[in-house]
């Protein structure tokens, strides 16, 4: 085979673990990123590897459940666990979620109001409607392709990381020698940095996902019903997919970072209250016209992220109460699927105008998908680890090694911030 043909044929075999990567990205991680190297300077550079490693793991689990199963997560929940822990996990999820989809449609709103003015209820309708049809009516092959080509926005701050004056053998000290310190606001921003890149949504999707692209080649007919027939290189083209996408995700984190470290936290910017201020970051590259570069940001990664939130909260759902579900169905054959989208898009807007500042929100909302993660790793720990559910394709030492450091890790910090909560 020509080099050729295998880029080509590798190409091919990526998708979902591109799409979830990129969509880890979104606004609420840009917040996040931004905010902490708002505040740390380069003093928290080292959580980029260390949430990559993790969020790695942990997809390449979920995605190699469903491409083994033909099931997502709760449907392999519906058959090996109680009825109450299936509630249960799925009631966290749809918490997170809601929360999160709330925080990015009013950040995108909020983000388009800056560029072209109208008022914010007019632009939460409008993009709020926009990504209902996009997720509802196109189809799922060329809505594939549009997810994974919308974070390029972030690649300003790829450019605007080299236009700042660094110290980077300070940089290099920071990125792999943890910094630790113990204040409210370093495990705050520790647990919202962890959730919004270990990400409770992109468990679900994921698994998920690789189950419609089992369906898109013809390996099963629907979601839970059969089995794939897979070789190892399916397997390996899924690790290859997800490590991709993650580490395009870890790079864009870290680059946010050392961007925002270089601008703002120079310039004595050391909280984030608004998109003028997040903006302020890419001046270097933009000049008065940084606000419109952010926008077009929040927006893009908002529109890659919000489909992939409503339609992880519909997977686990519509899977587990026995619906008909996939984004490749049409309304009329999946309409409980596309309904609890429906349902979770509205409650998203109508959180918005309880008064949150829509940046803050996004900072808030990766507080609570790093509460809510570890007991939804320690399920996929269980499926992955279970021989009659994945026969040889359980996990390996190093997953199960990686997965328990994580819930450890994610526990031990959220366990922290809800006693120093608290103790107020």
């Not at 505040?39 to 590897?49: A, D, I, N, R, T």
């Not at 962890?194 to 409770?200: D, E």
Request: proline share 3%; with cysteine; charged share 10%.
């Amino acid at each position: 085979m020509s080099k050729f043909n295998k880029i080509k044929a590798l190409i091919k075999k990526l998708g979902p673990g591109i799409i979830t990567g990129a969509s880890d990205d979104d606004p609420s991680g840009i917040v996040t990123y931004s905010q902490t190297g708002a505040m740390f300077g380069y003093g928290q550079l080292w959580l980029s590897p260390i949430s990559g490693i993790f969020a790695a793991t942990i997809q390449e689990m979920c995605g190699r459940i469903g491409l083994v199963t033909g099931k997502g997560l709760t449907g392999l929940m519906k058959d090996w666990c109680p009825k109450w822990l299936g509630y249960s996990a799925i009631s966290l999820l749809l918490f997170a979620n809601i929360i999160n989809i709330g925080a990015n449609l009013g950040a995108m709103a909020a983000s388009a109001q800056m560029i072209f003015g109208f008022s914010f209820l007019f632009w939460i309708i409008l993009i709020t409607v926009f990504i209902l049809m996009l997720e509802i009516f196109l189809n799922y092959k060329y809505y594939a392709k549009i997810l994974a080509t919308l974070t390029m926005s972030l690649f300003a701050y790829y450019v605007t990381a080299f236009l700042v004056n660094h110290d980077w053998w300070q940089i290099l000290r920071n990125t792999i020698m943890p910094n630790l310190t113990y204040s409210e606001s370093f495990i705050f921003n520790v647990t919202a940095f962890l959730g919004t890149t270990v990400s409770p949504y992109l468990f679900f999707w994921q698994a998920d996902e690789e189950v419609e692209k089992a369906i898109v080649d013809h390996k099963i007919s629907n979601i839970g019903v059969g089995t794939p027939n897979i070789v190892p290189e399916d397997i390996s083209g899924m690790k290859i997919d997800t490590f991709i996408g993650m580490f395009y995700t870890v790079l864009s984190a870290f680059m946010i970072m050392l961007t925002t470290a270089g601008t703002l936290h120079l310039a004595g910017i050391t909280s984030i209250n608004s998109a003028q201020e997040a903006a302020q970051a890419l001046r270097p590259l933009a000049g008065d016209f940084a606000y419109i570069l952010f926008a077009i940001g929040i927006i893009g990664t908002g529109l890659l992220a919000v489909p992939v939130l409503a339609g992880s909260s519909s997977y686990a759902v519509s899977e587990f109460v026995g619906w008909q579900t996939g984004l490749g169905k049409k309304p009329k054959d999946a309409y409980g699927f596309y309904g609890v989208i429906t349902i979770a898009l509205i409650i998203g807007v109508l959180i918005n105008f309880i008064g949150i500042n829509p940046i803050k929100a996004l900072y808030y909302s990766a507080a609570v998908n790093g509460l809510i993660a570890p007991p939804l790793i320690l399920l996929i720990l269980f499926f992955g680890n279970n021989k009659k559910i994945m026969g040889k394709y359980s996990n390996g030492k190093l997953s199960n090694i990686l997965g328990l450091i994580a819930t450890l890790v994610m526990t031990a910090v959220g366990f922290t911030l809800i006693r120093n909560l608290l103790s107020r």
